[in-house]
C-alpha cells in the first residue's frame, strides 16, 4: 500500500522532465553535485537521470542545487519535493524530514503539502525499533501519522496513515507489555500492574488487550487483592471470551478460590 501511494503521488508531481536534454549521465556523482552554475533545465533532468537510474543521494543533492541556484524558478519547488522523495528511498529518513519540513515551510498552503506531511510521517515510520528500545521514534511516528490524518482526511494518505497508527499503537502496547512481565518476572508486581492498565486503558483495541487483562489478574493475585482479579477476569471473559488468556485467568482464579 505504501509503496503504490508513494508511487503515484511521485508520477503525480515529479516525472516531468525539462525541455532541455540532460548535460550529464555518465559514472562520477562527484561531478555532478559539485557547485558549477548551470541552468535549471540541465540541473533537474540530470537530478531526474540519477533517480532513475537508482542513485538516490546524488539526486537529492542535485535536486538540492536547482533550489539553490535557481530559488525563483516554478521548478525549485518540484525539486524541494524531489529531494525529499529522494532521500526517503536512500533510507536517509533525517534528511527527508528536513526536507519536507522545509517545503512546508515554504509552501505551507501548497496542493502537495499533504504528501509532504505524509512522507514526514513514513520517515518517522520507518524507523521504528523493536519493542526492547527506546521508542522515542514511535511516538513520533504516532503524532506525524495522525497529523495526516487529522489535516487531509479526505486525502489519499489518510486511510494509509490510520492503518499505521493502529500498528504503531500495537507497537507501543507491545511494549508496555515487555516492561510489564518484565516487572512480573522479578516480582515487582505494583509496577506489572500500572504496566498492563495502561494497555487496558491506552491501548484496549489492540491485540495485546487480551493478554493485559490475564497479566492484570496475575498481579492482583500475587498483590492480594482477589475482587480486582476476578473483575479483571470478567472483563476478559466478557470480550475474549474463547481466547487461551481467559482459560489462563479463569483457572488462577478458581485456584486462588476468587470465584
Known amino acids: 500500500m505504501k509503496t503504490q501511494i508513494l508511487k503515484a503521488a511521485f508520477l503525480g508531481f515529479s516525472l516531468t522532465t525539462l525541455s532541455a536534454c540532460a ?59 524531489m529531494s525529499a522523495f529522494s532521500y526517503y528511498v536512500a533510507g536517509d529518513y533525517n534528511k527527508a524530514i528536513e526536507s519536507s519540513r522545509r517545503f512546508l515551510s515554504i509552501h505551507p498552503g501548497n ?3 499533504p504528501y509532504a506531511y505524509y512522507l514526514i510521517a513514513l520517515s518517522y ?58 516487572y512480573q518476572r522479578r516480582g515487582k508486581w ?10 487496558i486503558e491506552k491501548y484496549q483495541t489492540t491485540t495485546h488487550a487480551p493478554e493485559a487483562l490475564m497479566r492484570l489478574t496475575e498481579s492482583y493475585l500475587s498483590l492480594g487483592i482477589p475482587a480486582e482479579a476476578k473483575k479483571s477476569a470478567a472483563v476478559l471473559g466478557a470480550n475474549y471470551p474463547g481466547s487461551k488468556w481467559y482459560e489462563r485467568a479463569f483457572e488462577l482464579v478458581n485456584k486462588h478460590g476468587a470465584i
Open 125 to 182: 515510520y520507518e524507523q521504528i525499533s523493536d519493542v526492547t528500545r527506546d521508542q522515542r521514534i514511535t511516538e513520533q511516528a504516532l503524532a506525524a501519522l495522525g497529523e495526516v490524518s487529522r489535516r487531509y482526511p479526505n486525502s489519499r494518505y489518510a486511510a494509509d496513515a490510520l492503518l499505521k497508527m493502529d500498528l504503531v499503537n500495537d507497537h507501543l502496547a507491545g511494549k508496555e507489555m515487555e516492561i510489564g512481565r518484565f
Open 111 to 113: 496542493k502537495d503539502a
Open 23 to 81: 548535460a550529464f549521465g555518465g559514472g562520477g556523482g562527484s561531478a555532478d553535485t559539485r557547485y558549477v552554475a548551470r541552468d535549471v533545465n540541465t540541473l533537474y533532468n540530470a537530478a531526474k537521470d540519477r533517480l532513475d537510474r537508482g542513485q538516490h543521494k546524488i539526486a537529492a543533492a542535485l535536486f538540492d542545487e536547482v533550489e539553490r541556484q535557481h530559488p525563483y524558478s516554478p521548478w525549485a519547488r518540484r525539486a524541494q519535493q
Open 190 to 199: 505494583l509496577a506489572a500492574t500500572i504496566r498492563f492498565r495502561t494497555v
